[in-house]
């Protein structure tokens, strides 16, 4: 069985989908097999991956208009990917999307799900079938509640993992607070100047930019998550 996780908080631009991209990469790398699906309507993480033109989506997967065989790719950084649809949220089915990965699941250690900002049925959907969530925070009010809110949703038995997306401010009381409520991983991923120069690449980071900060905190993260699910 393969171990879901989920990213996501409710304020925008936390890096979920930056971190859904470079932790399936980061995965990879440490041998795992790993399916990356994008559940956002807005389908950022499809854009950037090079794929807004595959024949089939999420939602077709969730419709049996393909089968998954058709529907999930390779990429060339070892993961597999299913493209995200701007139509997911009119499709979006928990029953049927637990069968769907089911199915997947013999095949892969992981399955990582990117989810929109919006609580829209793509994101309650991946919320129900995850094993865990991972939690991207900024040290601002907005992206602590952002998380919290979802936190507050979920049924029990599920991993809440948090990661603190950093600049050079800190918040003491934040930080006290995002302890209190969330299992707080021991590696941050700071601002990155690589990051942004690879914005037009459909390389991660840790390919363009092997060697940089950035690719280390997100190996670092990969590996304490693997650690925290007992998948290494
Ligand atoms: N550590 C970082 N350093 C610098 N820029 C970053 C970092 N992480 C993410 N970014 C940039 O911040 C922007 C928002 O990131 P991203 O799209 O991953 O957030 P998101 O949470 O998925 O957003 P949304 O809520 O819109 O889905 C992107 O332009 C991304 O390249
Ligand atoms: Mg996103």
Redesign the pocket.
């Known amino acids: 069985m393969s171990s879901i996780i989920t990213l996501a ?1 409710l304020a ?8 859904a991209h470079n932790l399936s990469v980061a995965f990879t790398e440490y041998g795992k097999k790993v399916l990356l699906i994008d559940l ?1 309507a ?1 389908g ?1 993480l499809t854009f950037i991956l090079g794929k807004e033109s595959a024949r089939v989506t999420i939602a077709d997967l969730l419709t049996d208009k393909a089968s998954i065989d058709s529907g999930v790719i390779s990429t060339p950084e070892r993961f597999d990917f299913i493209p995200g649809s701007s139509n997911i949220n009119n499709v979006s089915q928990q029953e049927t999307f637990a069968n769907l990965l089911s199915k997947c699941s013999p095949k892969y250690d992981l399955i990582v799900l990117d989810t ?2 919006t609580p829209s049925t793509a994101l309650f959907m991946a919320l129900e079938v995850s094993n865990s969530i991972l939690y ?1 925070i900024q040290l601002t009010v907005s992206s602590f509640r952002g998380a919290h809110r979802i936190r507050s949703l979920i049924k029990p038995g599920i991993k809440h993992l948090a990661f603190l ?1 950093t600049d050079s401010s800190r918040n003491e009381n934040l930080e006290r607070e995002i302890m209190h409520d969330f299992e707080l991983l021991d590696c941050e ?4 100047k690589e ?2 120069d690879n ?1 037009s690449s459909s390389s991660s980071v840790l390919s363009s930019f092997k060697n940089s900060a ?1 690719s280390s905190s997100y190996r670092e993260l990969g590996y304490s998550i693997l650690e925290k699910l007992s998948l290494i």
């Open positions: 908080n925008g631009g936390t890096s979920k989908t930056t971190t956002d807005k950022d929109p900002s991207p997306k991923i700071p601002m990155s990051l942004l914005e950035i």
